[in-house]
Nanobody, 124 residues
């Protein structure tokens, strides 16, 4: 069974940091581009960052550029999202998604497999 599992979410104060992990089971991630998305109730799912299957290219939403870093360790079958200088507006459920053979995209409809999400809350 193909599965993605996110972890690392939680409550953090503004200016703090979190590192999210996206681990795959039932398949290997090295053939997949991976995207991180976030969603708040009543709003469309927003692309945050993505990385190609090799890790050679990344992309970020303007709202997180310079604060978030995506990386991957194919040997561990895991992708990470390091989030620094967090703001209250970063509060959302964060999802990772896998796109077989993709080049990396911030468009949610281009992804084939999704995790269940992890809550990130930025609040004092």
């Amino acid at each position: 069974q193909l599965q993605l599992v996110e972890s690392g979410g939680g409550l953090v104060q503004p200016g703090g940091s979190l590192r999210l992990s996206c681990a795959a089971s039932g398949f290997t991630l090295d053939a997949y581009a991976i995207g991180w998305f976030r969603q708040v109730p009543g709003k469309e799912r927003e692309g945050v960052s993505c990385i190609t299957s090799s890790g050679g290219s990344t992309n970020y939403a303007d709202s997180v550029k310079g604060r978030f870093t995506i990386s991957r360790d194919n040997a561990k079958n895991t992708v990470y999202l390091q989030m620094n200088s967090l703001k209250p507006e970063d509060t959302a459920v964060y999802y990772c998604a896998a796109d077989l053979g993709g080049w990396g995209s911030l468009k949610y409809y281009e992804y084939d497999y999704w995790g269940q999400g992890t809550q990130v809350t930025v609040s004092s």
